[in-house]
């Protein structure tokens, strides 16, 4: 199994049961980490880019920050790696921060648009 998360979790190619459920509970992991200075989740801000969970149950996270100055830009990656890492079937995160493409508002969800009054 190799998957890969983010571009909403609707949109992934489904695996068997087991798979999907893995992916909800990814996604539910990464939904309970929020930025320190912002009222929002990192998922809904578009803040992670990639998730790939091989066959080890190893996942591997690309995440970006809203700026490269980022107040939080260690305490994220440690929240990010703790929150997945209490799912039983994970064995091990790494979690690496990414650059490209550069963080933009336009990455946010319509929801975290609109919680911030964007729209």
Do not use: H
């Amino acid at each position: 199994m190799n998957e890969t998360l983010p571009e909403p979790v609707d949109n992934l190619v489904p695996g068997d049961g087991g798979d999907a459920i893995l992916r909800t509970d990814i996604t539910e992991a990464l939904r309970q980490v929020y930025d320190p200075e912002i009222p929002i989740n990192i998922y809904e801000m578009g803040l992670i880019y990639r998730v790939d969970v091989d066959e080890a149950k190893k996942a591997d996270v690309q995440m970006t920050l809203t700026t490269p100055n980022c107040p939080s830009a260690q305490e994220l990656p440690m929240m990010v790696q703790q929150q997945i890492e209490m799912i039983p079937d994970i064995t091990q995160v790494i979690v690496d921060i990414v650059w490209d493409p550069p963080w933009t508002p336009d990455m946010m969800t319509e929801e975290a648009k609109f919680e911030l009054g964007m729209i």
